[in-house]
C-alpha cells in the first residue's frame, strides 16, 4: 500500500491490536495526528486485516453536521452492519425506560453490548470510528463504557482524531 509509506510500526501495532481481538482480548486504539496525514488509510488498514480474517467490522465516524445530535457517532457505526438499531437501543436512546442520566448510560452501554454479541454470536467485533473530534458528548461517553468492558464480545474500538489545536498565549 503505498499511501502508508513510512507507516510501518503504526502498521504493526495495529496488526497486533487486531489479532489480540481475534483471540478474545478487546481493546481501543486512539489514531492521533493533524488533518491529512492518513488516519483514514490506516483506519482502512484494520478494515482490510479484519475482512482478511472474516470478523464483523463497523464502520462510521463523527460529523460536524451531527455534533450536536445526541448518539449520532455511535449510530453510524452500528447502521454499518445492520440497518436499524436493536428496539431495545432505539427504545433507550428515545429516554423511554430509565431517566437517570448514569443509569441511562449504563442501559445503553449494556444494550449495545448485547446487540453486538447477538449480531456476532460472541465472535470479535471492530468498530472503527473516523473523526471522533466531531463526536456527539453521548457517543464519547457510551464508547469509553464499552472500551472499558471490551471483553463482552471481544471490542476492538479504532477511532481517529485530529490533533487538538495548542493554544499559545504570548505575555507582554
Known amino acids: ?50 475482512r482478511r480474517a472474516g470478523m464483523t467490522l463497523l464502520r462510521g465516524g463523527g460529523s460536524p453536521l451531527e455534533q450536536g445530535l445526541p448518539f449520532a457517532a455511535l449510530l453510524s457505526g452500528l447502521r454499518g452492519h445492520h440497518q436499524e438499531a436493536s428496539p431495545q437501543i432505539t427504545a433507550l436512546l428515545r429516554g423511554e425506560g430509565t431517566h437517570e442520566a448514569e443509569s441511562r448510560m449504563a442501559s445503553i452501554t449494556e444494550a449495545v453490548a448485547q446487540t453486538l454479541h447477538r449480531w456476532t454470536g460472541g465472535s470479535p467485533v471492530v468498530l472503527l470510528l473516523d473523526d471522533i473530534q466531531w463526536a456527539d458528548s453521548a457517543s464519547l461517553e457510551v464508547l469509553n463504557r464499552l472500551a472499558r468492558h471490551s471483553d463482552r464480545p471481544p471490542l476492538l474500538v479504532v477511532a481517529a482524531t485530529r490533533t487538538a489545536p495548542t493554544v499559545c498565549i504570548l505575555l507582554p
Open 1 to 50: 500500500m503505498s499511501h502508508l509509506v513510512g507507516r510501518k510500526v503504526e502498521a504493526a501495532r495495529l496488526r497486533a491490536a487486531v489479532l489480540r481481538v481475534e483471540s478474545g482480548r478487546g481493546g481501543t486504539v486512539l489514531v492521533e495526528g493533524d488533518a491529512g496525514i492518513g488516519k483514514t488509510a490506516l483506519l482502512d488498514l484494520v478494515a482490510a486485516y479484519c
